[in-house]
């Protein structure tokens, strides 16, 4: 079988006074029949000249899936009186989501099978999860097309009916506020860049929607979070080298008068070229890493009240050998994560005594990753760890104490055994 050759349709385009003639451009229309036909031959050339390798691509599939341990869990997250977890049955594709009450004997709920939102779709892929704060609805965003343009949904948690929704044409992003009725998701413009964040109360219809915030600069894009604290609707915009965040007190979010120009938000830190932050609260501090004239970032505290730049204080100073990657806040507890000499390492900070431990590794070469932490009152922190020899591994480590507790090894099914393995890290002098 002779490979198929695309034929040549040249197409000008001038830029700059820079003219370019492409003769392929028509490739880029995804409804044109010749499009279609040129693909479907190039997927039939690719699958005759594999076709010898047919019984070695099944024989490495079933390599690969005889490793993975298909009926699994995840270790459930406490939110409140409620357990969530995930799980995996064999044979199935995806992901089936789940809660029960922490008490003994309470029943499973499912509360999304992805498996079952993938039914009739060639692509399916869940954006966010978040369930309300009185546990009584799931919003989640889906794409069955693979282009990222989720659709907004709204389950009932009681009586699984989806409620709302579909609300289309949105990123994956979706937060909600404290009155469990009003939800924040973030519109794509035309470019498919998120530049709108909006509000929206279940049940009203998407033509009471307010805008929070609208970005006219194209070269930002828009992100939402609420704090652990649950105080704070924090709306950035980001771009390759830039940050701006926008505050909002939750409370204020779900009033219905409208909003002044600029969206009734409080500005953390005024853009500037080159200058990222993140923020987090606690109480009636502000955390904020930056790199602000500090390469490897460094860490400022302030007050709610007071965000003049003249009151901020430096907690956390530069170093030029360490890079502080991110910070996370708890009602105690200011949680940095940290990468020395190529290695990460947490650094737990108590917020009352104002001293720090690291979390202690063994292994000379690690990784290591904070999962799901939800609660702001929490004194144990959950995280990841894995290695050359050690599968991931999740821990939940005491802040006040010290020491953590093993909750889970994912296995690796086979004939694995970390103790036929060593790993060395060495170190070499470059030119």
């Known amino acids: 079988m002779k ?22 451009h028509w490739l880029r229309e995804r409804d044109n029949a010749d499009v279609l036909a040129y693909l479907t031959a190039e997927n039939a050339y690719a699958d005759s000249i594999l076709a010898p390798t047919e019984g070695l691509q099944q ?8 490793r993975i341990q298909e009926t699994d869990a995840s270790v459930p997250v406490r939110r409140d009186d409620f357990l969530y977890y995930a799980r995996t049955e064999t044979g199935l594709q995806y992901e089936i989501h789940c809660r029960r009450r922490d008490a003994d004997g309470s029943p499973e709920e499912v509360i999304l099978d992805e498996n079952q939102l993938a039914a009739g779709h060639a692509y399916c892929a869940v954006g966010a999860m978040a369930v309300s704060p009185d546990h009584g609805f799931l919003a989640y965003t889906l794409d069955t097309n693979g282009d990222e343009i989720h659709d907004l949904f709204v389950v009932d948690l009681d009586t699984g009916a989806v409620i709302d929704g579909p609300i289309a044409g ?3 992003d979706v937060e909600w506020a404290n009155d469990s009725r009003t939800l924040f998701y973030l519109r794509l413009d035309d470019k498919m860049r998120p530049h709108a964040a909006f509000s929206h109360t279940v049940g009203s219809g998407t033509g009471a929607d307010r805008p929070l915030y609208l970005e006219p600069d194209p070269a930002f894009y828009v992100g939402i979070e609420v704090s652990r604290s649950r105080e704070y609707l924090f709306i950035t915009m980001e771009s390759h080298a830039t940050t701006e965040v926008r505050a909002l007190r939750l409370d204020s979010a779900v009033q219905r008068e409208p909003l002044s120009p600029d969206g009734g938000l409080v500005v953390i830190d005024p853009r500037r070229n080159e200058v990222e932050y993140h923020v987090a609260h606690s109480g009636e501090s502000l955390f904020i890493l930056t790199n602000d004239q500090a390469t490897n970032f460094r860490v400022f505290e302030t007050t709610v009240t007071s965000l003049a730049r003249d009151t901020w ?6 170093r030029p050998a360490v890079k502080i990657e991110s910070i996370e806040a708890f009602e105690r507890f200011l949680v940095v994560v940290e990468r020395e000499q190529g290695l990460k390492r947490i650094r737990v900070i ?7 431990r690291y979390v202690a590794f063994d292994e000379p070469v690690y990784t290591v990753w904070l999962e799901q932490n939800p609660e702001f009152h929490a004194t144990q922190l959950r995280f990841s760890y894995s290695s050359l020899t050690t599968p991931r591994t999740v821990f939940d480590y005491d802040m006040e104490r010290g020491g953590r507790e093993l909750r889970k090894r994912y296995a690796v099914v086979g004939d694995f055994d970390p103790a036929n393995y060593i790993a060395e890290r060495v170190h070499a002098v470059a030119s």
Do not use: G, M, N, W
Not at 59 to 66: F, M, N, T
Not at 313 to 318: G, K, L, Q, V
Not at 350 to 356: G, H, P, Q, V, W
């Open 350 to 356: 108590d917020l009352l005594k104002r001293e720090s």
């Open 59 to 66: 024989a490495l599939y079933q390599e690969l899936v005889s």
């Open 170 to 172: 949105l990123a994956s």
């Open 313 to 318: 204080r430096e907690i956390i100073p530069h």
């Open 3 to 24: 490979p198929p050759i695309a034929k040549r349709i040249p197409h000008a385009t001038t830029v700059h006074d820079d003219r370019r003639v492409d003769e392929y």
